[in-house]
C-alpha cells in the first residue's frame, strides 16, 4: 500500500502597493476633502468648506438669520455652524498628519502636533432616514462610531497599511488573497485566517491545520513598509460613478 502524503500548506503576508480604495465600497456616509497635494475621500464638486456646510444646512432646515449666523462672516461663525449642524446630522472634521507615512484622523493634535483641517465625514439627514427608523441623540451616537471606523480604515488605506496573503502548496505558490487593510494585529490576523480558510476549499486542508498557519508560528511580513507600499493617493481614481450629495 503506497501512502500518499498529505499536501503542506504555508502562508506569507506582503504589503500591497495596488490595494482597492475601501471609499469604493458601499459606504453610508460622505467623506468630503480638499487639499493642494493628494486627492483624497469622495469625489465631489463642493469648492470650499462653506460651501459644502451651507448645503448640509438647507438639507438640515437650518436658517442662517434664525441662529444668528452670518454666512460673510464664515470663517468666525463656523464653530456655531458645525455645533447646531452637530444637532441634526453627524458629522466630524477631518485632519491629515503627513509625515513619512500619510494619516487621517478626527484629532486636531497629537503629540503637540497639529493636525491639517482637510475635510469632513458626514451622514445627511435623508441618508439617515434611510438606514435608520428611530431618532434622537441615540441614533446619532451610533452612526458616529460606525465613521469612527471608516476613518481609521481609510487612514490606514492612505498610509499603506495594506496586505496581500500569498498560500503556498508544498512549497509553491497557490493562490493569493488580497483585501486586507489596517493594523497587522489579531483581529486583522484572523481575518487572514477565515479568509485562507475559504480560499482552502476543497484541498483536504483542517480548519485546525489553516489554524497553525496563523498560530504560534503566524505569518511574517515579507517587507519591510516603503513608501511605495502607499497608494498612490496624489492622483487616486474614483469609481465611475460616484452619487452627489
Not at 15 to 36: A, G, S
Not at 46 to 70: A, R
Not at 198 to 220: K, W
Request: glycine share 6%; net charge negative.
Amino acid at each position: 500500500m503506497i501512502a500518499i502524503a498529505k499536501p503542506k500548506f504555508s502562508a506569507k503576508i506582503f504589503y500591497d502597493n495596488k490595494p482597492k480604495n475601501p471609499r469604493l465600497n458601499e459606504v453610508n456616509n460622505r467623506m468630503i476633502c480638499w487639499h493642494d497635494k493628494y486627492h483624497l475621500g469622495d469625489r465631489h464638486s463642493y469648492h470650499s468648506e462653506k460651501e459644502l456646510l451651507e448645503e448640509l444646512m438647507k438639507k438640515s432646515n437650518i436658517h442662517p438669520e434664525e441662529i444668528g449666523v452670518d454666512m460673510d462672516d464664515f470663517e468666525n461663525e463656523k464653530g456655531k455652524i458645525l455645533k447646531e449642524l452637530k444637532k441634526h446630522i453627524p458629522i466630524i472634521p477631518l485632519y491629515l498628519y503627513d509625515g513619512k507615512f500619510p494619516e487621517m484622523t478626527c484629532a486636531a493634535e497629537r503629540g503637540r502636533q497639529q493636525g491639517e483641517f482637510i475635510g469632513y465625514i458626514f451622514m445627511d439627514e435623508e441618508m439617515l432616514d434611510k438606514l435608520f427608523q428611530t431618532s434622537g441623540e441615540k441614533r446619532l451616537n451610533d452612526v458616529i462610531w460606525d465613521m469612527l471606523e471608516d476613518v481609521d480604515l481609510y487612514s490606514n488605506y492612505m498610509s499603506g497599511n495594506n496586505f496581500l496573503l500569498e498560500l503556498y502548496k508544498d512549497g509553491e505558490h497557490f493562490c493569493e488573497v488580497p483585501g486586507f487593510t489596517g493594523q497587522l494585529n489579531d483581529d486583522l490576523l484572523h481575518d487572514m485566517e477565515m479568509a485562507a480558510g475559504e480560499a482552502l476549499t476543497g484541498e483536504r486542508v483542517s480548519e485546525e491545520e489553516v489554524s497553525d498557519m496563523f498560530g504560534i508560528d503566524a505569518p511574517q511580513i515579507i517587507e519591510d513598509k516603503e513608501r511605495t507600499s502607499v497608494p498612490a493617493i496624489e492622483s487616486i481614481e474614483y469609481g465611475e460613478y460616484e452619487e452627489e450629495l
